[in-house]
């Protein structure tokens, strides 16, 4: 399995404008996360899908945030409009809701925004 | 609120030594704890995963300990290796759930 895949890596875009994170997670783990890494606050849960449905977004930061889990294989995370307070590093994860329950984290997709 | 604590200064070993990180967790009773390594530009990796029946557990050369007394876990390397080197977290779900918390980690530099 080549892992938990996510598009793009990096991305630099201009305030205001919309930027659309995607995942495609391992095969078979039901469960996907979205977080955000920063210096500041290190790595923090965003959103969690369980089965293709959002089960808690309360960490998304605000409503310019929006996940979707359409189907199993795809997800994506959209900021509209961006703002400079947003760059960072977005990774996604995905995991089995058994045995140890790891986590396995894409490569990330670093967010500037200026 | 519920909170994790890891040195957030960095951990200068001599290659071979013992290196032993801590996390440290308030308001919370966690059913397990996870530790993870995360190299630069990269994403956490999954090493262990010790629920709180189990004292200690081990993996090749890396040991943790759950005392849920102290409310507190270590995470050992034994014999050391540059290769170590590395940002380690730890991470708990919140209230039986898969929610996840992540420590801010301590980076470790195994020194040759």
């Known amino acids: 399995d080549a892992g938990v895949i996510q598009s793009p890596r990096h991305e630099v875009t201009e305030m205001g404008q919309e930027v659309t994170l995607r995942c495609k997670p391992i095969s078979g783990h039901n469960s996907l996360f979205w977080y955000r890494q920063t210096m500041m606050r290190g790595l923090e849960l965003l959103i969690y899908f369980n089965n293709n449905v959002p089960i808690d977004d309360s960490g998304m930061p605000e409503d310019r945030f929006s996940a979707k889990m359409p189907n199993a294989s795809f997800s994506t995370l959209k900021i509209q409009p961006s703002e400079p307070r947003d760059s960072a590093v977005y990774f996604c994860?995905?995991?089995?809701?058994?045995?140890?329950?790891?986590?396995?984290f894409g490569p990330g997709t670093r967010l500037t925004v200026l | 609120s519920q909170k994790i604590e890891q040195n957030s200064e960095a951990l200068n070993i001599q290659e071979g030594k013992t290196a032993t990180l801590t996390c440290n967790y308030t308001n919370y009773s966690p059913a397990y704890l996870q530790w993870y390594r995360q190299d630069p530009g990269r994403g956490p990796v999954f090493l262990l995963l010790?629920?709180?029946?189990?004292k200690e557990k081990r993996k090749e050369r890396l040991k943790v300990t759950f005392d849920t007394t102290l409310k507190q876990s270590l995470f050992h390397i034994t014999a050391s290796q540059p290769a170590d080197s590395a940002t380690y977290l730890c991470?708990?779900?919140?209230?039986?759930?898969?929610?996840?918390?992540f420590g801010t980690g301590t980076r470790l530099k195994v020194l040759a």
């Open positions: 010790i629920r709180e029946n189990e």
């Open positions: 994860a995905s995991s089995l809701d058994s045995g140890e329950r790891a986590q396995y």
């Open positions: 991470a708990l779900p919140r209230g039986g759930t898969y929610k996840y918390i």
